[in-house]
């Protein structure tokens, strides 16, 4: 959702492919965001710091700097949504983004239209404010944060403390993705962050009770290898 | 004799023992043992009162040759411990430059693939979100529409394959690095299969798989991309509108995951060398790459798991991938935290 007004979104992305700058400029113009561009991990950092921007884009491999570091440097002083460019089989690398501060990623090569649905899951999640929307909708779900109530397709579901305090997480971070240590740290505390199994029998009951149809879209993406995401559908 | 002149008999010995000692540089302790006692021989024959003969008779000079041969003895056993220790210096030398030369060609290899995959996917990111940003871009005319498409395949076509030779290059060169973890397979199947619906789409799928399937330990990513190229092992094998049946069973310790087909099955001469690199049965449809079973067996290895193939005997072939259960696998009704 782009924010009210004259101020359009900016954007800042750092990639030192020209080709790929190219593209994001071309795509993200097209949706009426407003982009600028940096090659290396120094010029995108002095870029950042010269100029107030929405949402960065940040390619992880970029020369002259981990991408770990440009992260923690950017987090050190900005809250605004990071998405990170990896490539597949980088796992690894999406995991450590993720823990150093980013708020997604997308693997190239990717759908340009993925990356705007990414983009606006994480600006909505910057915009929110604790009043705003307090029952969350996608699709066939519908949860009342503030009652504690989760409906599907209308109908009420029972779930148990910690099938809701898992759920809660994901509706909380809607659109986003969740490493599983993430998710095992908040859900179930710091000395449950390497359980998995947990996470998966917990996933899989969600499933069931949640994504009963089993020929419409899933309500739970897995991330092979990262975690998971609850997807908010626009419809 | 001219020699008594320079020195007396008893000396004489020394110079014996001198070339006893000299022998020990180079060679080992069965021969020094053999020279000690001919120049013993020779010194007693020749120097030794009474000259001659073999017998010694002076109480000193049989205390001599006894001093002779322990000198002789910690001599050749010193030069051995030298020779032992010098040879093992050498060896772990040896050792060391092979670990470090090893080193350097695993990142020298490591560096060349992630170079290459990232020279291949520039290009690959940009030709793919074309069609779609020319689609965004405004109304195209049914000539433009047909073209994006036409990008838009190809771009996926040449996506997979990269990411084909890429695989394949990391199993051989052994930077194949599993995450192992809990999975839950019903889950990877169901990802598998959704993420190559586009090219099942020919063929009638079931996934039998419930929801009671175990968790399996594995890598999740590898699982599924083996999975996937089983899947599309079997549709591009079998006649359109067949069905491809995904199943899972446990037995005997172990969780085998198997495809089935009701395709013409596998020839006699290619059972073995199905899962070989580059292999492709006379059979295949052209315009693949003959990986997609060696990477199969490479990722289904590297997890601590083996793979099959088979025909079935009702007709078709079955492909089984089987993975040792791990201790620990809690059951899904069992109640956790």
Redesign the interface.
Known sequence: MRSEGQNRISVLAIDD?V??Q??LT??LE??GYRVATAGTAADGLAAAALHRHDLFIVDL?LPDMTGETVLRRLREWTQAPIIVLT???G??QKIEALDSGADDYIT??????ELLARMRAALRRANKTPSDEPVFRSGTLEVDLAARQVRYKGELVKLTA?EYDLLRLFVQHAGKVLT?RHILREV?GVA?EN????L?????RLR?KLEVDPTGD?LFL?E??VGYRLVQSDK | MWLERWSGYQAISLFYLLSVVLLALFVDRGPILFGTVLTAMGWSYLFAPPRWSFEISGFYDREMVAMYFFVALIVSQLTAALRAARTKERERQEAVMRARLLNESERLGRTLLNSV??EM?????????AP??LR??GPLTSIQQEVASEIQFA?ARL?RLV?SL??AA?IESGLLRP?L????L??VVK?SL?NRAEILKGHKLENRLS?ATP?VWA???LL?QAIGNLLLNAATHTPRGSKVIVDARVSDGAVTVEIFDNGPGIGAEDVDRIFDMFYRSASARPGGTGLGLHIVRGFVEAQGGTVFAENVPKGGARFSIVLPIRE???A?E?Q??
């Open positions: 492919e080709q790929i190219r593209l071309l795509a097209t949706e491999g490539v597949h089989s796992e690894e190239k090569p990717f759908s340009t239209g910690t599983h179930w449950h359980n998995t199994q947990y998966r029998v917990y996933m899989q069931e899933s897995t092979p290898g | 995959s990232h996917r520039t290009p690959l990111t940009t030709i793919s979100a779609e940003t965004s871009s771009a996506n990411e890429l695989s990391r995450k973890d809990w999975c839950d019903a889950d990802v959704r929801a968790l890598d999740y990513v599924e620990g696998a809690p899904l069992e956790a935290a």
